[in-house]
């Protein structure tokens, strides 16, 4: 164990030019010289009494040694660097980075913020607003909120919430109409169509009207906040989701045009790693 320790800078070495396949490319990563790399690779090849690449006058490849090799560092220094990101992580737990959406930010968390930094003023959040699923095991993200269904491997996760569509209008919409409006009533209305949450087909076979009193509408929004802000301009009436309209609803900037609501088989999730709930 101490004798192959002695060779970790060499390991090193050989795996960084097994990887961009360059002796150079290794030098720069590792800030050294082209010459200290070439020393380190030749001195790991005495040590093991085997040739590891082939040079090439484009750079090098790996020889069959070289790539049985390269198959144990590869994981190796990926593990490394894994153990070193996570005791860095719970080193500095006062700052805590939260993987969300968009939509879910602007409508939903960041209104809760003031609250929770009365609550919590030693604790620092960064929020990483991205509507791809964060990577665990590649980032430092410390929680993420979900909106979908659980399938997330050994990932701890815990509902907040189911969802539902509701029917939700400006006020300038529909003015004095009374409410809750009738289901013809708010078809003839202008509606602004969620191109991940399709539910006007189903808003329409739930309340009894037939799916060709669904006009098409030729916007469609894929941001659900985007959405909401078009619905809160008084260009339509959204089928949004309860939990994003809510403050909206709250502050008057939306009122509910009926009573229906069309519920979700997706829900919204807390999700971290094992252990850290």
Request: with cysteine.
């Amino acid at each position: 164990m101490i004798e192959n320790l002695r060779h970790l800078r060499a390991l090193q070495a050989f795996d960084e030019t097994a990887t961009h396949s360059s002796l150079t490319k290794a030098a720069d990563v590792l800030n050294v010289t082209h010459g200290a790399i070439s020393r380190q690779i030749k001195l790991l090849e005495l040590h093991l009494g085997a040739v590891l690449f082939h040079r090439r006058p484009n750079g090098v490849e790996l020889t069959k040694a070289g790539e049985r090799l390269y198959q144990s560092t590869r994981g190796a220094f990926s593990a490394l660097q894994l153990g070193v990101s996570e005791v860095k992580r719970i080193r500095h737990r006062q700052s805590i980075t939260v993987s969300l959406s968009t939509s879910l930010a602007l409508k939903w968390l960041v209104p809760l913020l003031s609250s929770f930094q009365q609550e919590h003023p030693g604790i620092a959040l960064l929020l990483d607003t991205n509507d791809a699923y964060a990577d665990f095991d590649r980032s430092e993200v410390d929680i993420a909120l979900r909106f979908g269904k659980p399938g997330w491997g050994e990932l701890y996760h815990e509902q907040i919430k189911q969802e539902e569509l509701i029917v939700v209008a400006a006020p300038s919409l529909v003015e004095k109409q009374r409410r809750p409006m009738h289901a013809e009533e708010v078809a003839d209305l202008p509606l602004l169509h969620d191109a991940f949450n399709v539910g006007w087909e189903s808003w329409a076979a739930q309340v009894g009207l037939s799916p060709e009193r669904i006009k098409s509408q030729s916007v469609k929004y894929v941001d659900s906040a985007v959405l909401l802000e078009a619905a809160i301009d008084g260009q339509g009436v959204a089928l949004a989701r309860n939990l994003l309209a809510a403050r909206d609803l709250e502050l008057g900037r939306l009122i509910r045009l009926d009573d229906s609501s069309v519920p979700l088989d997706r829900g919204l999730y807390f999700v971290c790693r094992p252990g850290d709930q």
